[in-house]
């Protein structure tokens, strides 16, 4: 549901430490080193490579230092190195002398490319610093938003229970204020003064028994523990059954009675008659809720695609505006009409539990609105049956199933 934590975030894939060497006489040290390890190599190959390739091993010996301690030590690296070459192994050897023009000219140019791919590799140190760095900050914001993350599941767990014991709770002694009331408004010898308070007291606990209802199923559904009872259905009377029930009701509060308009061609549906009358109910109690006597509710059976039905309920109510459309399935969110909150009442969990409940039939259910004063269309799809073949009766749950919309999981078969 709206207020169940998100998936935990992906772990972060380990990344190498880098740099290798972060102090900076370390780092220089480290140049140095790989500059005299040039010399000995070069020293080594001496024979073979004679007054050729002078610079060759140092410049490999500067790339190094570059790339793992960065472009200032690859750079100190790069001029011992040429000092070395130039001392070494020019000729006149052992000496910083040099003997022509032309062999000047050869070593300084090979002097610039060996500083030029010091810089290159120096910049490559620096992007992979600078990635290193960013993914540090990165695993620290992981770390972060999963802390968070436990904190919000366990503030959901808190959440949850304290719903359940609360509803659990106030669910004994509200039957037996309704026990009592009951059985005085049953006796004839009670003055008639004291019937219309039992009858006053009977109508609150009876909206307060349905209050604690809605509680406990939200927390069933968060906890994946609503189980429904799955039959073959002929929907079109589940709706004359509906609009039948609701009509009394809608006739005391000076609300329309919903029109019906049974069009689909197959209307069997596998479901659980409650539980689907529940979903009813609520869509219908809320046009009522919502729509003027001079208005008009329309229940819409329909096909949308072959294997499916539809049932759209409009009515000519007050209408929602966009935003309070995109929150109106989350729990405890109401209509942002604030004079009809404040006679109308209730927690704004209907049609959160109406959804977690579609979710478990595989079917779906879905608002429409034109805006403020246009009135309202819900539609609840579903999965149609062949009545000749009507499959065998099942149970489901949402134990143990990822979300779709987050008031329930998808439907497993239990038993």
Not at 89 to 115: D, E, K, T, W, Y
Not at 186 to 212: G, H, K, T, W
Request: glycine share 8%; charged share 20%.
């Amino acid at each position: 549901m709206a207020h169940t934590p998100s998936a935990p975030p992906s772990p972060l894939p380990a990344t190498p430490y880098w740099p290798l060497i972060r102090r900076p006489v370390a780092a220089y040290a480290v140049a140095l080193g790989f500059a005299f390890l040039g010399f000995l190599l070069r020293q080594q190959l001496d024979p073979i490579l004679g007054n050729t390739n002078r610079l060759v091993c140092f410049m490999i010996a500067a790339t190094l230092s570059a790339f793992v301690c960065g472009r200032g030590p690859g750079l100190a690296s790069t001029i011992t190195g040429i000092a070395f070459a130039v001392y070494f192994f020019v000729p006149p050897r052992n000496s910083f002398h040099i003997q022509n023009l032309q062999m000047g000219l050869g070593v300084a140019g090979a002097a610039v490319q060996c500083i030029v791919i010091c810089f290159c590799a120096g910049a490559l140190h620096r992007a992979l610093r600078i990635r290193a760095a960013a993914e540090q900050e990165n695993r620290a914001l992981y770390e972060a938003e999963l802390r968070a993350h436990e904190a919000a599941a366990e503030m959901n767990r808190t959440k949850d229970y304290f719903l359940a014991v609360l509803s659990h709770e106030l669910r004994g002694p509200l039957s037996a204020i309704q026990y009592c009331v009951a059985d005085r408004l049953s006796d004839p010898s009670v003055p008639f003064e004291l019937r219309e308070d039992f009858a006053l007291v009977e109508r609150n606990a009876r909206m307060q028994s349905r209050l604690i209802a809605d509680l406990l199923d939200l927390t069933r559904l968060t906890r994946g523990k609503l189980e429904i009872e799955l039959r073959p259905l002929n929907l079109h009377l589940l709706l004359v059954e509906a609009v039948r029930t609701c009509s009394a009701p809608a006739e005391a509060n000076q609300a329309p009675i919903p029109a019906l308009h049974l069009n689909a061609s197959q209307m069997w549906v596998l479901g659980d008659r409650d539980r689907l009358l529940q979903v009813f109910w609520n869509i219908l109690r809320n046009a009522g809720k919502f729509t003027s006597r001079e208005g008009s509710i329309d229940v819409e059976t329909f096909e949308p695609m072959p294997g499916r039905i539809a049932v759209r309920i409009k009515d000519t109510g007050i209408g929602l505006s966009p935003e309070a459309m995109e929150r109106i399935f989350q729990p405890f969110e109401q209509a942002d009409q604030v004079e009809s909150k404040r006679k109308q009442g209730g927690l704004g969990l209907g049609l959160a539990i109406a959804r977690g409940i579609m979710e478990l039939h595989d079917g779906t259910i879905t608002g429409a609105s034109e805006g403020p004063g246009k009135g309202t269309a819900f539609t609840v799809e579903l999965p149609s049956i062949n009545p000749s073949t009507p499959p065998v009766s099942s149970r489901r749950s949402g134990f143990g199933r990822p979300a779709v919309s987050g008031a329930a999981n998808p439907a497993t078969p239990v038993g």
